[in-house]
């Protein structure tokens, strides 16, 4: 995750620039929330993309990793684009419910990061419940990271 954020930095930063210039923002207040909802749908562009096409984005190639949908017969197959939406959709999953309460207990500080790290780690935990150790939003997307195995020359 911190490794595919690195990479995305070049994508926000593009995106970002081109909101600026096309909206003639000067601060990055103005129109923050219009701002915010374009990276949102750039950034789901992105991954539902390279998810679509091949599996796998850049930093998923590297950890040999790749998101498959499941067939009816069990067998993994190419994503289709309403399982990649909604994958995507749904791995916000991991902040929304945090941030909620964050913003309706009007927590600052230490108190909001700890929340969001709280309710992380317990998103995490739902890989403990399922058997195959798939995330939730995987299970509810209905797609699958596969280990890819490693590629050896002849």
């Known amino acids: ?49 390279f998810w679509c096409r091949g599996g796998q984005t850049l930093a998923m190639k590297t950890w040999r990793i790749r998101l498959a949908a499941l067939s009816d017969a069990g067998l993994p197959v190419r994503v289709p684009l309403r399982n990649a939406l909604l994958r995507y959709l749904l791995a916000w999953l991991w902040f929304l419910p945090a941030l909620a309460i964050d913003f309706f207990f009007s927590l600052k500080g230490w108190p909001s990061i700890g929340l969001i790290f709280l309710g992380m780690l317990l998103w995490l935990a739902t890989v403990l419940l399922n058997p195959h150790r798939q995330f939730l939003h995987d299970r509810l997307a209905g797609t699958r990271l596969l280990d890819v195995p490693k590629h050896v020359p002849a």
């Open 1 to 49: 995750m911190v490794y595919e954020s690195l990479l995305l930095f070049g994508v926000i930063f593009i995106t970002g620039w081109l909101f600026d210039t096309l909206t003639q923002s000067r601060h990055a207040l103005t129109l923050r929330h219009t701002r915010q909802a374009w990276l949102f749908l750039v950034i789901g562009a992105y991954f539902t993309f």
